[in-house]
């Protein structure tokens, strides 16, 4: 009997092991920013060039665009977007004036749901619609994909390398709370930044006084240092002559 039972917790021991390294493989598979099991995966441009590309994720919203957009235009800074669908539902007009701005809109979802442990037909809904309003909206360009707090799993990727589409993520994100103060957001972009990365802000919500507050200093100080802004399309296909540039991971 005793053996049996010393064979039996073995066995409940390894299964236990086992199923803890599983969930942890799986958990930094979905939060990972450099890799996928299938399709593109974008987490930063390879470049030697001093050029980077500024996104903000969520949105728009009519309350704060005309902050914005008057520092982006104040710079000559054109940047990505990507937003929501029910956002865009809330306020059309802040999506068609982020477009005749000059601006790329990228596909957020409709929902902003975690995009795991879902139906293939769950994710057609949540990006075809999104895709319909950023086109009704007046985007011509290539639509990237980014996904809602960077989680994905296979059936993301399964579906979007089906679709041909190709997801950006960021390997630059200075304000991960909303609690971060606007001169810490500063100092972990310039610590952080390289050529060819891309950037990760948040100004519409909960952190977006702050992120708002930081952004013309992030733009002024990168650009005294010789960086050149990008929208995501551009960064992506500037040193190939038209095809994107992809960090394969």
């Known amino acids: ?4 039972r010393r064979r039996w917790l073995v066995v409940l021991v390894c299964g236990a092991g086992l199923l803890f390294a599983t969930v942890h493989g799986l958990h930094r ?8 099991v299938f399709g593109k995966l974008v987490p930063r441009a390879e470049t030697t060039e001093r050029v980077v590309a500024l996104t903000f994720d969520d949105g728009p919203t009519a309350a704060v665009i005309d902050d914005i957009l008057a520092v982006l235009a104040s710079r000559h800074i054109r940047a990505t ?13 802040a999506a068609h004036r982020l477009v005749a701005a000059g601006h790329e809109l990228g596909n957020h979802t409709y929902s902003h ?9 769950f994710f057609r809904s949540e990006v075809e619609r999104t895709d319909e309003l950023i086109r009704a909206a007046g985007e011509k360009r290539e639509i990237y994909f980014r996904m809602p707090y960077g ?60 992120v708002r507050a930081a952004l013309p200093l992030i733009i002024d100080k990168l650009q005294a240092q010789g960086y050149q802004f990008l929208t995501v399309d551009e960064l992506l296909r500037i040193n190939t002559g038209g095809a994107p540039v992809v960090s394969q991971q």
Not at 29 to 36: D, E, F, I, M
Not at 81 to 93: K, L, N, Q, R, Y
Not at 113 to 121: E, F, P
């Open 29 to 36: 598979l979905a939060r990972s920013r450099t890799y996928q």
């Open 151 to 210: 989680w994905k799993l296979v059936g993301l990727p399964w579906f979007l390398w089906r679709t041909g589409r190709t997801a950006v993520t960021w390997d630059v994100d200075p304000a991960p709370s909303p609690k971060v103060a606007p001169e810490m957001i500063v100092t972990r972009t310039l610590e952080h930044v390289r050529p060819g990365s891309i950037i990760l802000l948040h100004p519409w919500y909960q952190s977006g006084p702050s």
């Open 81 to 93: 977007f990507f937003v929501t669908g029910a956002d865009m539902v809330e306020a059309p007009a």
């Open 113 to 121: 749901k975690r995009m795991v442990l879902r139906s293939q037909a």
């Open 1 to 4: 009997m005793k053996i049996l």
